[in-house]
């Protein structure tokens, strides 16, 4: 039973989410010149060249609330050569540990030479079955709160700690790509549409459903990854933790990023292994992929991870942590059939490496 309540910590009990953020008809953000990348690389950026490899926890004041940010510089950052950002993001109720239990990012980021952030979000309250559950979440719908109380300004906060990144260190600003698991997934869908041209590729893994269609999605290539026995967060949507709710399947999720890219709008099905299937869309823009990875008979969670994880230090975070019994969840249900034969962090970080914004 402890490691279905370690698993509920990453829960999404979240209504449908406009990832539009208020950003229909934006304009495009791209992304800096070559020229500032230079002069941030070893040619007189703010700490670029003195910044230490290693984990740092930042502290940032942003509306009115103060964020905790986990930044990991790779063994191989110099200052010179611009490295790739990741931006990894926790689900609801969950935190920087956990996040960083689940993906393994901290250390796989690292060797692959990405500067790996993790915020914390902050807490907020989510009606759930006539109850309230309180803890971190990332405000996916600015535009309707629907009840949720605590609400803070997640995508200028996420926003600023982009730029900060590209402003202070030596980053290449055409490779910067977003994850996220569960309420954490939805919120890189919800940057694929507010951040227009900024994002290189996102990866929500057991939440990309979450956010409604963008009311202007451009192109941006994704991975996603999500269980078809998935309690939480139907595959077949229409719900989140037993709250009847209009969120589309995962299947049309993902597609409405394929329409965006420019691709056919019927994906090729291959089964990789006995439980789990690859969605490929054929025919998207160049430079462009959208990819679903299906875990048959898969509950609430990050694919590959009983290949890596201390299961003793999941337990350990899990202490004391209950998800209200208001939520209606069956515990023992979350996790699933909990594939190993692909790990969600490998298959992203490759996808990664394939995709970089076409600078023109």
Request: hydrophobic share 40%.
């Amino acid at each position: 039973m402890r490691w279905a309540k370690a698993l509920v910590l990453l829960v999404s009990v979240l209504p449908a989410a406009c990832s539009g953020g208020g950003s229909g008809g934006a304009a495009e953000e791209a992304p800096p010149t070559t020229a500032a990348t230079a002069r941030r690389c070893g040619g007189g950026g703010a700490g670029a060249g003195t910044v230490e490899p290693g984990t740092e926890r930042l502290r940032i004041e942003h509306d009115g609330a103060r964020r905790e940010v986990e930044r990991v510089i790779p063994p191989s950052y110099d200052g010179k050569q611009p490295r790739p950002v990741i931006l990894n993001l926790h689900g609801f109720t969950s935190s920087i540990e956990q996040q960083n239990l689940f993906s393994g990012l901290p250390e796989k980021a690292a060797a692959r030479g990405y500067v790996l952030l993790t915020p914390q979000a902050a807490d907020a309250t989510i009606p759930v079955n006539g109850s309230e559950v309180t803890g971190p979440y990332w405000n996916i719908r600015p535009d309707e709160s629907a009840g949720i109380t605590g609400l803070h300004d997640d995508i200028g906060f996420l926003r600023g700690l982009l730029d900060s990144t590209v402003d202070d260190l030596c980053v290449d600003p055409a490779r910067i790509y977003v994850t996220g698991n569960s309420n954490g997934a939805g919120m890189a869908a919800v940057l694929a549409c507010a951040l227009p041209g900024r994002l290189a590729a996102i990866a929500p893994v057991s939440g990309v459903n979450l956010a409604a269609p963008c009311r202007d999605l451009r192109a941006v290539s994704v991975v996603a990854f999500h269980g078809d026995a998935d309690p939480l967060v139907p595959y077949e949507g229409g719900s989140a933790s037993n709250e009847k709710l209009d969120n589309p399947s995962v299947p049309d999720a993902v597609g409405s990023f394929a329409s965006a890219a420019g691709c056919a709008p019927e994906a090729r099905s291959e089964a990789l292994f006995d439980d789990v299937t690859l969605r490929r869309w054929p025919g998207c823009r160049p430079g462009f992929d959208v990819a679903l990875y299906t875990v048959l008979g898969g509950g609430h969670t990050w694919p590959g991870m009983l290949a890596y994880v201390d299961v003793a230090r999941l337990q350990e975070l899990a202490q004391g942590m209950d998800l209200p019994a208001a939520a209606g969840v069956d515990l023992g249900a979350i996790a699933g059939h909990m594939t190993t034969n692909v790990e969600a962090t490998e298959v992203m970080l490759d996808f990664f490496d394939a995709h970089r914004l076409d600078r023109g």
